[in-house]
């Protein structure tokens, strides 16, 4: 992976905008991949001032998960959250823009559809990724195959705590989600994963260093030719 060093979260947003902007000026239509959580959101709000004047009419993206049985009108679901954070202050036909189907009902193929609608749209351009204290991607929590696809899975315990910032009570985070499989995200052809401070420090030294390895999601990065890694000092702390 190509690693970058930024003074913080800022500089981060801003140089992962430009490149997205860059895409979007070549490629009208250009897929993006859209991550949720705190990290990417420097990266959407440096957006509107990248893509000035861009003609963003055409752009596609698809979320890398959802919570499974939450109100896509609730606040907190990733629906609501990629609306809120990217669709609407960036001006982007939300017809375009997708996530996964976490509503019980069809639950048992939601997975394929998503796949079907990512294949549809020629893949992903570029997926901008975070990375969980636990080394997950997407939620491919630890013990996720490589080679998984789009389907659903159980939070872990540490997942659900790190969210429950998010919610009134750890107890009103969903257990389930739908997520991108690891081959899923394997696909997109730019990999741009962010991450700042102590917190994500091993989680990122694993992804990048470590040894491939299913305990570490992240790792799965190795794996792909094209990894752009932008971290501040912090998260870069425990690499070598
Ligand atoms: C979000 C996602 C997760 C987060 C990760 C880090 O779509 O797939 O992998 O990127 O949990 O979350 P934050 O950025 O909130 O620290």
Redesign the pocket.
Known sequence: AEVVIVSGKQQAGQLVAEAIARLVRSRPDAVLGL?????PLPVYEALGTALAGADVSRVRGF???EYVGLDPAHPES?RSVITREVVEPLGLDPDRIHVPDGSPEGIETTGERYEAAIAEAGGVDLQI????TDG????NEPGSSFASRTRVKTLTQQ?RE?NARFFDSIDDVPMHCVTQGLGTILEARHLVLLAFGEGKADAVAGAVEGPLTASLPGSAIQLHPRVTVVIDEAAASRLR
Do not use: E, M, P, R
């Open positions: 991550a949720t959580g705190s990290t979320a890398l998960d990733y990724l975070g990375i969980g997950h991607i997407g939620f997942t790190d």
